[in-house]
Structure formats: structure tokens, C-alpha cells
């Protein structure tokens, strides 16, 4: 039973547009949401995080959106650039609950195109 | 302040050997968490250490464990390797509990 879904394996956006990739969670639990991306063989690199306090949370080009009665979030890049191009993971917990892993989705590659 | 740092990079191994992999996390960092990428599942969980012990367990099998040590460095340990535990293996350190996680480059394991 996946608990954290990005839909999409994929998304191509040219150079300066928005980039918004998707993630769905099912356990109404999760309290701390956050994105990492990744290049080829390197580790995942954190961008940014949000508690299930808020409903949006900003950093520089990046944006996360959180919609909880959707138990949906969003990750903004404005403008996109071609050094976004990168796999981006979702990953969520229940922080407040005590010491529980993160649960990951299984990614979406992002191709911005000059 | 250095990352976390992994150890070997890269490894091949035949079937029925075991191995070792290490982790140190960044300078503070007490936790360190486990994780297993290969292309069809994504990031899963194996294990996370804190203060020496282990604290939460994925759902493999025995043959994965790991440790930690005083100085909060970690390893983990496959015994009996198959041809499915080829996959990167990626350890990821926390100040205390499992909030921001930052990761270290990985170890790609290729089994023969």
C-alpha cells in the first residue's frame, strides 16, 4: 500500500515557465511534508518542508502548497531553469506522533528545456 | 560543515557474500536513518539509529541490519547477498528525531 503517490513518473517545461509537481498521501497522520531532488548518482538534496500547520511555504523559486482535507501537496519552481532538470521526491511523516520514518514517493522526473 | 559521507562508493560483490557499509553523519546529527533505492520501488526504509540504538524498522528481511557507535557514525551489514539487493543504499542524518533528513551520496551495490 504506496501512502505517498506522485502520479506523474515525468514532466517536461521549458526554460522561465512554472514547473508544479503533484504528490497525494493517504494517512491522514502525516504532519511534515517535505521535497528532495536528485541527480544521477548523488544522494537526494533537501529543497523544502512544510508542517501540516500550514498551508503554504516559500523559498526563493520554490513553493509548497498543502491541501489537507485533499491530502494533497504541490511544489511550485518559478522560473524554471535548466539546472531544476532532476528527480524530485515527495516524502512525508508523523512527526508530531513520535519517531516514525519518512515514506516516499517514488519520484518525478523534471526536464526543463532551454 | 562536511555532509554525511558514505563509504565505498561503489561495491561488487558475488552471491552469498555479505557486506559492509558505513555512514557518518553530519557533525551533531544523532540520527541516522537507512534507505534502499532501486528503480521499481523508489526510497525504502530499513533502519534508523539513535543514541546507538535502533529505533524504527522497514520491512526486510533479517539478512539487513546495521548498528551505530558512540560517535554516531552507523553501519549496515547484508548478509547472504542476492542478485535483488543490487541497489543504492543511502544513509540520511537528523539532529534528533526523523525531521529534515539530509543525505550522503550513496553506495551502489551491484551483485554478481
Known amino acids: 500500500d504506496q501512502q505517498v503517490k506522485q502520479n506523474s513518473p515525468s514532466l517536461s517545461v521549458q526554460e522561465g515557465r512554472i514547473s508544479i509537481l503533484n504528490c497525494d498521501y493517504t494517512?491522514?497522520?502525516?504532519?511534515?511534508f517535505l521535497w528532495y531532488k536528485k541527480y544521477p548518482a548523488e544522494g537526494p538534496t533537501f529543497l523544502i518542508s512544510?508542517?501540516?500547520?500550514?498551508d503554504k511555504n516559500e523559498d526563493g523559486r520554490f513553493t509548497v502548497f498543502l491541501n489537507k482535507s485533499a491530502k494533497h501537496l504541490s511544489l511550485h519552481i518559478v522560473p524554471s531553469q535548466p539546472g531544476d532538470s532532476a528527480v524530485y521526491f515527495c516524502?512525508?511523516?508523523?512527526?508530531?506522533?513520535?519517531?516514525?520514518?519518512?515514506?516516499f514517493g517514488k519520484g518525478t522526473r523534471l526536464s526543463v528545456i532551454a | 560543515k562536511a555532509g554525511v559521507t558514505q563509504t565505498p562508493r561503489y561495491l561488487i560483490k558475488t552471491r552469498g557474500q555479505q557486506v559492509t557499509l558505513s555512514c557518518s553523519p553530519i557533525?551533531?546529527?544523532?540520527?541516522v536513518s537507512w534507505y534502499q533505492q532501486t528503480p521499481g520501488q523508489g526510497l525504502q526504509f530499513l533502519f534508523e539509529?539513535?543514541?546507538?540504538?535502533?529505533?524504527n524498522k522497514g520491512n526486510f528481511p533479517g539478512r539487513f541490519s546495521g548498528r551505530q557507535f558512540s560517535n554516531s557514525r552507523s553501519e549496515m551489514n547484508v548478509s547472504t547477498l542476492e542478485l535483488g539487493d543490487s541497489a543504492l543504499y543511502l544513509c540520511?542524518?537528523?539532529?534528533?528525531?526523523?525531521?529534515?533528513?539530509?543525505f550522503g551520496p550513496g553506495t551502489r551495490l551491484l551483485v554478481l
Open positions: 539509529y539513535f543514541s546507538e540504538t535502533q529505533r
Open positions: 516524502a512525508a511523516s508523523e512527526l508530531n506522533s513520535g519517531n516514525t520514518p519518512l515514506v
Open positions: 540520511a542524518s537528523s539532529l534528533v528525531r526523523q525531521e529534515t533528513q539530509y
Open positions: 557533525s551533531g546529527h544523532r540520527s
Open positions: 494517512n491522514s497522520m502525516f504532519d511534515y
Open positions: 512544510i508542517s501540516s500547520i500550514k
